[in-house]
């Protein structure tokens, strides 16, 4: 399994905009069949703050993700909220504590 933690400051004023379609993309995201989770979080101190964890059973998953039409349209959409580039950090997992 992969997991990436995806950082994001959107602008002051694209807070809402952001979360909107980021929880449309979610959504969807979840639905395919190489996701095991797709979590949005915003930081309780800083309602600029954004954190993308998405899990997928596979690196070919990951890729395929990419060429969805519900990402393709996020990416698009949420590239001028930014305040700054985000950043993307990929994990393999050594223990899935979640898993039952």
């Known amino acids: 399994m992969i997991k990436a933690v995806v950082q994001f400051h959107v602008k002051d ?3 809402k905009s952001f979360r909107d379609i980021s929880l449309e993309n979610a959504a969807a995201s ?3 069949p190489g996701i095991s989770g797709f979590d949005l979080l915003q930081a309780l101190d800083d309602e600029t703050k954004f954190m993308l964890i998405e899990s997928y059973l596979t690196a070919d998953d990951q890729l395929k993700h990419r060429e969805t039409a519900h990402y ?3 990416k698009n959409l949420m590239v001028d909220m930014l305040a700054e580039p985000r950043v993307n950090v990929k994990y393999n997992v050594l223990n899935d504590a979640g898993a039952k």
Request: charged share 55%.
């Open 72 to 74: 393709k349209k996020w």
């Open 13 to 15: 004023d694209c807070v």
């Open 30 to 32: 979840i639905k395919e």
